[in-house]
């Protein structure tokens, strides 16, 4: 007796959201039609129209799942250790989907909780005593460094398989020797050290928290 043909798993919005994180994640969310995830799905792409509205409702998904992997401040613990462990996961989330932070600063992509975030680090310094000016350009200078941070960080990886080849042309167009002081950081890029030690967007962070603190002991 034949086997019977294995059974398609059927649709959902979950499943259709959690297939195009995978294939945004791995190609560019600039690579995602509903086309493509129909067939990755095993549907015709009119069938995803039965769970989601259009491909902007399918990204709108999609961040809210990135937004899930992160913690907002929380209003129980001091403000520096909250604000500094929020921040580390909203970076780790956007560094594991590259493609999702320059959505999220556009306007159409306003998500709920994109909103709670910025609210409860607004709230989170308010109570720790910082005034309404301080806390105005506070926020901004912590939420520009985790954004920032990160669209600056998905633009500048590669593989460490491609670090000779990288290496060996950026010496090619740009002699070292001409920017000393360039060369010297140069090298600790493709070089072994205990500077790979410790993270440098959490080095900045530190940085910034560092200042707060200061600001907070003189109000």
């Known amino acids: 007796m034949a086997a019977k043909p294995k059974a398609r798993q059927p649709l959902s ?3 259709i ?3 195009a994180l995978r294939l945004a994640d791995e190609g560019g969310v600039e690579s995602l039609t509903m086309r493509k995830l129909g067939n990755v799905l095993g549907f015709e ?3 995803l129209y039965n769970h989601v509205a259009n491909k902007d409702d399918v ?6 799942l990135v937004l899930g992997e992160s913690e907002p401040p929380s209003a129980r613990e001091p403000w520096r250790a909250t604000i500094r462990s929020s921040a580390i996961s909203v970076y ?8 999702a932070g320059a959505l999220l600063m556009s306007p159409a992509h306003i998500r709920p909780a994109r909103l709670e975030y910025m609210d409860a680090l607004l709230g989170t310094l308010r109570n720790a005593g910082f005034p309404a000016d301080t806390t105005y350009h506070a926020y901004h200078a912590l939420d520009a460094h985790i954004s920032g941070f990160s669209l600056w960080q998905a633009g500048h990886s590669f593989d460490a398989a491609d670090l000779p080849d990288v290496a060996a042309s950026f010496v090619r167009r740009f002699p070292l020797d001409r920017y000393p002081h360039l060369g010297e950081h140069f090298e600790q890029h493709v070089s072994e050290g205990a500077h790979h030690d410790v993270s440098t967007f959490e080095f900045s962070l530190d940085l910034i928290l560092d200042g707060l603190a200061k600001i907070r002991e003189a109000c």
């Open 45 to 47: 792409a009119m069938s």
């Open 92 to 99: 780790r989330a956007l560094r594991r989907h590259p493609w």
């Open 13 to 15: 919005r979950e499943r």
């Open 59 to 64: 990204l709108d998904g999609m961040l809210d």
């Open 17 to 19: 959201l959690h297939a």
